[in-house]
């Protein structure tokens, strides 16, 4: 007899699970490792809902892709405003409904479909005890002796490395070819991921690495270290947003919803600099921290739309492939 409160508290427990509801988000890998924002993110939306929030890491556009209606999928977070496009147009998504006027982004920002949460430019990273004469434009970056050792990412493997021949484009249009057979001597190689190419940036393998403008922070918070700087071109840098969006056949559609609406607030955004290492996108710089505040930005911001970036994209790499195959 004594086993039936012990069973009988294993039946409420069992019942009470199965009552939470479950909020299944899909994310990078980064987003929802143990050092990215995905752990705060999730403490803290379920301190709201009272609810279960659930990562599915991996890629996000191909998996949405392959599983098309049928994904488990309520909110899907992570997205390059370079591949929104095809994302879009996939049909998957839902209007968020949400009021954006509170973003901070540099450039106007339309989107009934997809939310920002993040920014940074892209750019190249230096040691500046090393490097006291960074270059201050591309042409200088291409001009710059042949002994200046680079590393940058395969524009068809890494989001970076996209955004990098993107910015090329803008910058040099029709004359990109000639651009990147200018930069080729100095590249000592091109990795399929961030990671490796920044791992040989800081194990002093090479002079200067292809980042973003936030990067310097982390070395500035997380390290206490000045060393690490962003060349700050004249032609101005290519920026880059991560968004996300709610699935259309969301079977948590008020779960989602409350949930994009918490990509906006000051409590999601706050997490952003020291955990995603860029800059929120809906909070203004005087609530950034302070080794954010410090960074130099561009004044100049080089942006395509997404329909203009699927126009150039092909073009664009292969214009890059041409150019160091040679």
Not at 220 to 232: G, M, N, Q, R
């Amino acid at each position: 007899m004594k086993a039936l409160p012990f069973v009988a508290g294993l039946m409420l427990a069992s019942a009470a699970a199965a009552e939470t509801p479950v909020l299944t988000v899909y994310a990078p890998d980064y987003f929802a490792s143990e050092w990215g924002p995905g752990p705060g993110i999730e403490a803290a939306f379920e301190e709201r809902c009272g609810c279960d929030l659930e990562y599915k890491t991996g890629e996000l556009l191909p998996r949405l892709l392959l599983e098309g209606a049928n994904t488990e999928a309520d909110v899907a977070i992570g997205f390059n405003s370079d591949i929104t496009k095809k994302a879009r147009e996939s049909g998957l998504f839902a209007p968020h409904g949400l009021d954006t006027s509170a973003l901070t982004l540099p450039i106007e920002w339309n989107d009934d479909t997809f939310v920002p949460f993040n920014y940074s430019h892209t750019a190249f990273i230096y040691d500046n005890t090393k490097i006291t004469d960074a270059p201050t434009s591309f042409d200088a970056l291409l001009n710059a002796p042949d002994d200046l050792r680079l590393v940058l990412q395969d524009p068809r493997s890494s989001i970076s490395g996209l955004a990098l021949v993107l910015w090329v484009q803008q910058v040099y249009g029709e004359k990109s070819e000639e651009a990147w057979a200018k930069l080729a001597p100095k590249i000592v190689t091109v990795t399929k991921g961030w990671s490796e190419s920044y791992g040989m940036f800081t194990d002093g393998e090479v002079d200067m690495v292809l980042s973003y403008t936030t990067s310097p922070a982390y070395h500035i918070i997380a390290e206490e270290d000045l060393t690490k700087s962003a060349a700050i071109f004249d032609e101005g840098h290519y920026f880059m947003v991560e968004s996300a969006a709610k699935l259309k056949n969301s079977d948590q559609s008020d779960l989602a919803d409350q949930f994009m609406a918490f990509i906006l607030s000051e409590e999601f955004q706050t997490m952003i600099p020291t955990s995603n290492w860029s800059f929120p996108a809906a909070l203004a710089d005087d609530k950034w921290p302070e080794g954010f505040k410090a960074l130099p930005v561009p004044e100049k911001v080089l942006f395509y739309s997404e329909d203009e970036a699927a126009a150039v994209r092909n073009e664009a790499i292969e214009a890059w492939r041409r150019a160091l195959s040679q």
